[in-house]
């Protein structure tokens, strides 16, 4: 008789969440074989800001920091009120009751040394058990050269000031912070400090300096440094999965179109991948946008082929409202090439407006962005955002530095609004009569129309530190004047998914478990959280339900 521990188990994906599982299988003492489409380890967890969100974890406890299960559950069930029923409340309590069992096991094998994030807060700090700081965790400072060859195939954040810690970052601004030449990968690769999709930075050989990784590409390089020490867990780049084998009804392996041509593998099958970023045909079924108004800074490998593969064998997919997905104001890349976004459109001096030259949400916090603008009753599509010289000369814009000329063609300016306008085909008198409007309660850090400047973690993570008296808020009106048409870019969260249990088994059209198929990574739908979000979350659980399943597959909770 075959025993299960005969066949490895197969984990589909390279990122935060498929590297723990691996690793989690390994330590159980089963073979794992991880299969990455990309050539390049970490997803779009790599690309992140590694923040993990988790209440009531041991972290917090080594500060003296109170919190317990019973305020974040308070705090969650806060965020997750909108479309109850696609809330699992059994999976939720499973995520928030297990998580920080999991983060402490992943510190325990040395996946990763945690640290609190300081003075960082709960997105909604008006709700019910919301924390001022202690349940946004990352890594300390993570040594590259730990690696080795591994390094030079791990993929680099081109979206955060890699090598920088958050407390060095959030004192200078995120803005500045990616912009200074001080920036360590910058600085050795040659690169700008955040530049275009796919960016791989290594040390040259001779350097021994040390190679500071943080953010998610420190996050993600924890992980990985763990799962290549590891005999029985095996790494293969450039091999996509695209089909699930099935057996009576169970999933016994996959099809990979790899290196050495199209083959079948046979084990259980772990869905690590993340969403549906780069498949234009489930972005408008499952977000409704056309491609002028979504892009992604996410890799270019997500393309849904876990939602495609689970409906092709009956599996189930859950869908969420739009207005609900992580997603940020953002734009075509200067250079031609993927989406750039930034805090721009959060720091003082810049407002966004309709079609109607009016603002309608808080447009410094993506949550109210895209919940107002895709709002099914009052829709704001397409929205544009406007600045001024104040802001071109404080902050720049995406690659152009502060004082910098912008990219023929991705800017519109103007000596004045009504000639903005009428370059972007917004109502000129609309966008006029907006800005003296906000113009003088801007001037004193006020936003009594839609309370910009309000979210403490806005004020905090997105702003600028250095500006008083609010770091969100500055009247535009120093000439010249510049607009553009904003578009949604998605970050590898794409909320809508394939349905899983509390326990990560993913389940058929009928709510039962496909035998031999799990899912752990953002492909798998939010049904845990609910319509509620903060940064952290999407990795807390993926962190998560890797402990839960790398447990089932094992046979025994891994310790």
């Given at each position: 008789?075959?025993?299960t521990?005969?066949?490895?188990?197969?984990?589909v994906?390279?990122?935060?969440?498929?590297?723990a599982?691996?690793?989690?299988?390994?330590?159980?003492?089963?073979?794992?074989?991880?299969?990455?489409?990309?050539?390049?380890?970490?997803?779009?967890?790599?690309?992140?800001?590694?923040?993990?969100?988790?209440?009531?974890?041991h972290?917090?406890?080594?500060?003296?920091?109170?919190?317990?299960?019973?305020?974040?559950?308070?705090?969650?069930?806060?965020?997750?009120?909108?479309?109850?029923?696609?809330?699992?409340?059994?999976?939720?309590?499973?995520?928030?009751?297990?998580?920080?069992?999991?983060?402490?096991?992943?510190?325990?094998?040395?996946?990763?040394?945690?640290?609190?994030?300081?003075?960082?807060?709960?997105?909604?700090?008006?709700?019910?058990?919301?924390?001022s700081?202690?349940?946004?965790?990352?890594?300390?400072?993570?040594?590259?050269?730990?690696?080795?060859?591994w390094?030079?195939?791990?993929?680099?954040?081109?979206?955060?000031?890699?090598?920088?810690?958050?407390?060095?970052?959030?004192?200078?601004?995120?803005?500045?912070?990616?912009?200074?030449?001080?920036?360590?990968?910058?600085?050795?690769?040659?690169?700008?400090?955040?530049?275009?999709?796919?960016?791989?930075?290594?040390?040259?050989?001779?350097?021994?300096?040390?190679?500071?990784?943080?953010?998610?590409?420190?996050?993600?390089?924890?992980?990985?440094?763990?799962?290549?020490?590891?005999?029985?867990?095996?790494?293969?780049?450039?091999s996509?999965?695209?089909?699930?084998?099935?057996?009576?009804?169970?999933?016994?392996?996959?099809?990979?179109?790899?290196?050495?041509?199209?083959?079948?593998?046979?084990?259980?099958?772990?869905?690590?991948?993340?969403?549906?970023?780069?498949?234009?045909?489930?972005?408008?079924?499952?977000?409704?946008?056309?491609?002028q108004?979504?892009?992604?800074?996410?890799?270019?490998?997500?393309?849904?082929?876990?939602?495609?593969?689970?409906?092709?064998?009956?599996?189930?997919?859950v869908?969420?409202p739009?207005?609900?997905?992580?997603?940020?104001?953002?734009?075509?890349?200067?250079?031609?090439?993927?989406?750039?976004?930034?805090?721009?459109?959060?720091?003082?001096?810049?407002?966004?407006?309709?079609?109607?030259?009016?603002?309608y949400?808080?447009?410094?916090?993506?949550?109210?962005?895209?919940?107002?603008?895709?709002?099914?009753?009052?829709?704001?599509?397409?929205?544009?955002?406007?600045?001024?010289?104040?802001?071109r000369?404080?902050?720049?814009?995406?690659?152009?530095?502060?004082?910098?000329r912008?990219?023929?063609?991705?800017?519109?300016?103007?000596?004045?609004?009504?000639?903005?306008?009428?370059?972007?085909?917004?109502?000129?008198?609309?966008?006029?009569?907006?800005?003296?409007?906000f113009?003088?309660?801007?001037?004193?850090?006020?936003?009594?129309?839609?309370?910009?400047g309000?979210?403490?973690?806005?004020?905090?993570?997105?702003?600028?530190?250095?500006?008083?008296?609010?770091?969100?808020?500055g009247?535009?009106?120093?000439?010249?004047?510049?607009?553009?048409?904003?578009r949604?870019?998605?970050?590898?969260?794409g909320?809508?998914?394939?349905?899983?249990?509390?326990?990560?088994?993913?389940?058929?059209?009928?709510?039962?478990?496909?035998?031999?198929?799990?899912?752990?990574?953002?492909?798998?739908?939010?049904?845990?959280?609910?319509?509620?979000?903060?940064?952290?979350?999407?990795?807390?659980?993926?962190?998560?339900?890797?402990?839960?399943?790398?447990?089932?597959?094992?046979?025994?909770?891994?310790?």
């Amino acid at each position: 008789m075959t025993s299960t521990f005969d066949t490895p188990v197969i984990v589909v994906g390279a990122g935060l969440s498929g590297l723990a599982t691996a690793l989690g299988v390994a330590k159980g003492g089963r073979r794992v074989l991880v299969l990455e489409a990309s050539d390049l380890v970490g997803g779009a967890a790599a690309y992140s800001g590694g923040q993990v969100w988790c209440g009531a974890n041991h972290v917090e406890a080594r500060l003296d920091i109170d919190d317990d299960l019973e305020r974040t559950e308070a705090y969650v069930r806060g965020i997750a009120h909108g479309c109850p029923e696609l809330l699992d409340e059994a999976a939720m309590l499973r995520w928030l009751r297990t998580s920080p069992s999991a983060l402490k096991y992943w510190e325990q094998i040395g996946a990763i040394r945690w640290e609190v994030i300081r003075d960082f807060s709960d997105y909604h700090d008006e709700v019910e058990g919301a924390l001022s700081e202690g349940r946004y965790l990352t890594n300390e400072i993570f040594d590259g050269r730990i690696l080795g060859e591994w390094r030079s195939l791990l993929r680099v954040s081109p979206y955060f000031p890699v090598g920088m810690t958050y407390s060095e970052m959030l004192t200078k601004g995120r803005r500045q912070s990616k912009l200074e030449e001080g920036n360590p990968i910058a600085q050795h690769a040659g690169m700008p400090a955040f530049g275009l999709p796919d960016s791989r930075a290594s040390l040259p050989a001779s350097d021994n300096k040390r190679d500071p990784l943080t953010f998610g590409t420190g996050v993600v390089a924890g992980f990985l440094s763990c799962a290549v020490k590891e005999e029985l867990v095996k790494i293969q780049l450039s091999s996509r999965v695209t089909e699930l084998l099935l057996d009576g009804g169970e999933v016994v392996g996959v099809r990979v179109e790899g290196p050495q041509g199209i083959k079948e593998l046979r084990g259980a099958v772990v869905l690590a991948t993340s969403t549906f970023d780069w498949n234009e045909g489930l972005v408008r079924e499952m977000l409704g946008l056309e491609p002028q108004d979504y892009g992604s800074v996410a890799p270019p490998t997500l393309r849904g082929d876990a939602i495609s593969m689970v409906r092709k064998i009956g599996g189930g997919i859950v869908k969420f409202p739009p207005t609900v997905v992580p997603m940020l104001p953002g734009w075509r890349s200067e250079a031609g090439e993927g989406y750039g976004y930034g805090p721009e459109y959060a720091l003082p001096h810049s407002i966004i407006v309709d079609l109607d030259g009016k603002r309608y949400c808080d447009d410094s916090f993506w949550v109210d962005i895209v919940a107002k603008t895709l709002d099914p009753a009052d829709t704001h599509l397409p929205f544009f955002l406007i600045w001024d010289d104040q802001h071109r000369a404080k902050y720049g814009l995406g690659v152009t530095p502060p004082g910098g000329r912008y990219p023929d063609g991705l800017v519109h300016s103007a000596p004045d609004l009504a000639s903005l306008a009428d370059l972007l085909g917004v109502s000129a008198d609309g966008l006029v009569d907006t800005v003296a409007r906000f113009n003088p309660s801007a001037a004193v850090g006020d936003d009594p129309d839609w309370g910009r400047g309000t979210v403490s973690v806005v004020r905090r993570f997105a702003g600028d530190p250095s500006h008083l008296p609010n770091p969100v808020l500055g009247p535009i009106e120093q000439v010249p004047f510049y607009g553009m048409r904003l578009r949604f870019v998605g970050t590898g969260i794409g909320t809508s998914g394939v349905h899983i249990d509390g326990d990560g088994r993913v389940l058929d059209e009928s709510c039962g478990p496909i035998p031999g198929l799990y899912a752990v990574g953002s492909c798998a739908a939010h049904t845990n959280l609910g319509t509620g979000y903060n940064s952290g979350m999407a990795l807390g659980r993926g962190l998560t339900l890797a402990y839960l399943v790398s447990s089932e597959l094992v046979g025994a909770a891994i310790s």
